[in-house]
């Protein structure tokens, strides 16, 4: 699906996302919690919206209503108490009690991930290729500035089986504006997406295979999807991890349903052609990891795309949506730093290869 840049008021409606679910689960904790709490609960929502006064943000972020989402894999604590007992006699300790705000914070997570895509084998070297800009029927088209992808997550653990989240996604460019063969510029200018909520699903576990579900609802928040009256979306994320002898190998399938509504799926305009909006992407594939030890993993990932346009909704007709392609991903996970997770070099290219497509480039990704 090809990227969609959004106003300024989308990119406060969005910001403002994690702010609502955190104020949300205050109320949540306040009533949780003893009146010595309040004081605490009171004092870190202050900062918060503090922090977004600086920003230029509205004061009152729970004025907005938004919701996004992602899809993440569930990892979660759990924590007890007990009592001692010896000779048939039972000593009862009073163990300190968690406030309701310190037990939130204990069950969320923030979640920052960035790819970087950098310069081609065979191209220019101040661009880049990203085949989620490609134009359909236009070769040539996915050539854009050096850019970076940016999504954020709020995830709030439910229990060790459940968990819903929120998230916002972005990307934006480093170098010159790039003209395309489709005679489009990709401006070298931050883009924002739609938002996302989501829900995880307790895990699935058979013989053969593990599933892990997530579902998700996107509210069109980019100008794009507005002026193409949009209405909403739902994701259905699934992947199947095969129950393999060795814990070093990791493999398995992915898969994901986009589901798009518009007010119509046909667009007209006055003077132009009619334009078949996309309304339904599938895309999914095999993938295999190595785990050389604790640290070092190799990976790899093979993607397949289509989709439906316009007419196509809901009929037997699918057309190729982003090129089929892979990547090989050398992912290095430290032990010693706390809120890094990982961080990994990539290449990504088309399965039908040109040098021009392929790319090189590099992620990592944070957990608070």
Same mark, same amino acid.
């Given at each position: 699906?090809?990227?969609?840049?959004?106003?300024?008021?989308?990119?406060?409606?969005?910001?403002?996302?994690?702010?609502?679910?955190?104020?949300?689960?205050?109320?949540?904790?306040?009533?949780?919690? &003893?009146?010595?709490? =309040?004081?605490?609960? *009171? $004092?870190?929502?202050?900062?918060?919206?503090? $922090?977004?006064?600086?920003?230029?943000?509205?004061?009152? !972020? &729970?004025?907005?209503?938004?919701?996004?989402?992602?899809? *993440?894999?569930?990892?979660?604590? $759990?924590?007890?108490?007990?009592?001692?007992?010896? /000779?048939?006699?039972? @000593?009862?300790?009073?163990?300190?009690?968690?406030?309701?705000?310190?037990?939130?914070?204990?069950?969320?997570?923030?979640?920052?991930?960035?790819?970087?895509?950098?310069?081609?084998?065979?191209?220019?070297?101040?661009?880049?290729?990203?085949?989620?800009?490609?134009?359909? /029927?236009?070769?040539?088209?996915?050539?854009?500035?050096?850019?970076?992808?940016?999504?954020?997550?709020?995830?709030?653990?439910?229990?060790?089986?459940?968990?819903?989240?929120?998230?916002?996604?972005?990307?934006?460019?480093?170098?010159?504006?790039?003209?395309?063969?489709?005679?489009?510029? =990709?401006?070298?200018?931050?883009?924002?997406?739609?938002?996302?909520?989501?829900?995880?699903?307790?895990?699935?576990?058979?013989?053969?295979?593990?599933?892990?579900?997530?579902?998700?609802?996107?509210?069109?928040?980019?100008?794009?999807?507005?002026?193409?009256?949009?209405?909403?979306?739902?994701?259905?994320?699934?992947?199947?991890?095969?129950?393999? !002898?060795?814990?070093?190998?990791?493999?398995?399938?992915?898969? *994901?349903?986009?589901?798009?509504?518009?007010?119509?799926?046909?667009?007209? *305009?006055? &003077?132009?052609?009619?334009?078949?909006?996309?309304?339904?992407?599938?895309?999914?594939?095999?993938?295999?990891?190595?785990?050389?030890?604790? =640290?070092?993993? @190799?990976?790899?990932?093979?993607?397949l795309d289509w989709d439906q346009k316009g007419v196509q909704t809901g009929s037997r007709e699918?057309?190729?949506?982003?090129?089929?392609?892979?990547?090989?991903?050398?992912?290095?996970?430290?032990?010693?730093?706390?809120?890094?997770?990982?961080?990994?070099?990539?290449?990504?290219?088309?399965?039908?290869?040109?040098?021009?497509?392929?790319?090189? &480039?590099?992620?990592?990704?944070?957990?608070?």
């Amino acid at each position: 699906m090809k990227q969609k840049s959004s106003t300024f008021s989308s990119q406060i409606l969005i910001v403002t996302l994690t702010a609502i679910i955190f104020l949300f689960m205050i109320q949540m904790a306040r009533a949780e919690s &003893g009146a010595n709490s =309040n004081s605490q609960l *009171q $004092s870190w929502e202050e900062a918060l919206k503090k $922090s977004f006064k600086s920003m230029g943000l509205p004061k009152n !972020p &729970g004025r907005y209503l938004a919701q996004a989402g992602a899809n *993440q894999n569930q990892q979660t604590n $759990s924590y007890g108490s007990g009592v001692n007992t010896r /000779g048939g006699n039972t @000593l009862a300790m009073k163990m300190p009690q968690k406030s309701g705000f310190s037990k939130f914070i204990e069950k969320t997570n923030l979640n920052y991930y960035q790819q970087f895509l950098g310069p081609t084998l065979g191209g220019p070297s101040g661009q880049t290729y990203n085949p989620f800009q490609e134009t359909a /029927g236009v070769a040539n088209s996915g050539q854009a500035p050096l850019q970076s992808f940016h999504a954020m997550s709020v995830r709030y653990n439910i229990n060790n089986d459940w968990a819903i989240g929120t998230s916002i996604a972005m990307a934006n460019g480093y170098t010159e504006d790039v003209r395309s063969s489709a005679g489009t510029i =990709n401006a070298a200018k931050p883009q924002w997406f739609n938002a996302r909520a989501f829900l995880n699903l307790p895990a699935w576990n058979t013989s053969i295979a593990k599933f892990y579900t997530t579902l998700a609802y996107e509210a069109p928040t980019s100008s794009i999807s507005k002026n193409d009256g949009m209405t909403f979306g739902y994701v259905i994320s699934e992947t199947m991890s095969f129950n393999l !002898p060795s814990v070093k190998w990791t493999a398995g399938l992915t898969g *994901q349903l986009y589901r798009i509504n518009y007010k119509s799926n046909i667009k007209r *305009q006055p &003077g132009l052609n009619p334009v078949q909006l996309q309304t339904m992407i599938v895309s999914g594939g095999p993938y295999v990891n190595y785990r050389f030890n604790d =640290n070092w993993m @190799l990976g790899s990932t093979v993607i397949l795309d289509w989709d439906q346009k316009g007419v196509q909704t809901g009929s037997r007709e699918w057309s190729n949506n982003l090129p089929h392609r892979g990547r090989v991903t050398a992912t290095y996970f430290p032990s010693s730093l706390k809120y890094l997770q990982s961080v990994g070099l990539f290449s990504q290219a088309l399965l039908k290869y040109r040098s021009d497509t392929t790319v090189v &480039g590099a992620e990592f990704a944070l957990r608070f």
